[in-house]
């Protein structure tokens, strides 16, 4: 079975339409992450939610809405997508902080044309 | 700007030799130091990881050094592999923090 799932692998879309990104741990996880890989393979974190609640919002644009309905789900939903939002993007999870690790899902390629 | 980086963007190895790659941080408050590695089309995968009141610790075939004085992280890997060529990244939790932050990455490619 696999950690962190994410769905789709692959989103191609054109500028200015809406898109989400689901992920899905079934690690017993509570605290779940997106985290934006560029194309230089720079990973920045996005978004960390604990038990639900948002714990960071690392200044991204309020065009990115995260939602998590439960512990083991956390979406990423994108409006009027730009260009520049072309990017990996990974979904992670950890228990609490982190300080047993970090376990990563296989990302979702965006490609904005 | 980020807490962490990497000394080098690639690295060429030779099959057998042994493979180091360096990372240095910024934030003294760092207390988890972790080593991932990301094949291409694939997520960050866990290596090794090391705490701040630690100063090695070794896994199969590799082994992480920390050198808290310097802020200095490094990966050993032995006897390198076909398998190994890959990117790596180093990353580190700060204590409290709900989050991971990582270097730049370094490209490690295995000759044959």
């Known amino acids: 079975d696999t950690a962190v799932s994410q769905t789709p692998k692959y989103l191609v879309t054109q500028m200015g339409n809406d898109k989400s990104i689901k992920c899905e741990q079934n690690l017993g996880h509570d605290t779940m992450y997106w985290y934006k890989q560029d194309s230089k393979k720079f990973l920045k974190i996005m978004f960390s939610?604990?038990?639900?609640?948002?714990?960071i919002n690392e200044t991204v644009p309020n065009r990115f809405s995260p939602k998590s309905p439960d512990k083991a789900h956390l979406n990423l939903h994108i409006n009027s997508l730009e260009l520049g939002d072309s990017a990996v993007y990974f979904c992670a999870s950890s228990q609490d902080r982190g300080a047993y690790g970090y376990t990563f899902g296989s990302g979702t390629r965006l490609t904005v044309v | 700007g980020e807490s962490v980086g990497l000394h080098l963007p690639t690295l060429s190895v030779q099959e057998g030799d042994n493979s180091i790659i360096n990372c240095a941080y910024s934030?003294?408050?760092?207390?988890?130091f972790i080593w991932y590695k990301q094949e291409s089309g694939k997520g960050p995968q866990f290596i090794i990881d090391?705490?701040?009141?630690?100063d090695k610790r070794q896994g199969q075939r590799v082994t992480v050094l920390l050198n808290k004085t310097v802020k200095h992280l490094s990966l050993q890997i032995a006897a390198t592999q076909p398998g190994d060529s890959a990117v790596y990244f180093c990353a580190e939790n700060g204590i409290g923090d709900y989050k991971l932050s990582f270097g730049a990455g370094t490209t490690v490619t295995v000759r044959a």
């Open positions: 939610y604990n038990n639900k609640e948002l714990i």
């Open positions: 934030n003294s408050a760092s207390d988890y």
């Open positions: 090391i705490r701040s009141n630690m």
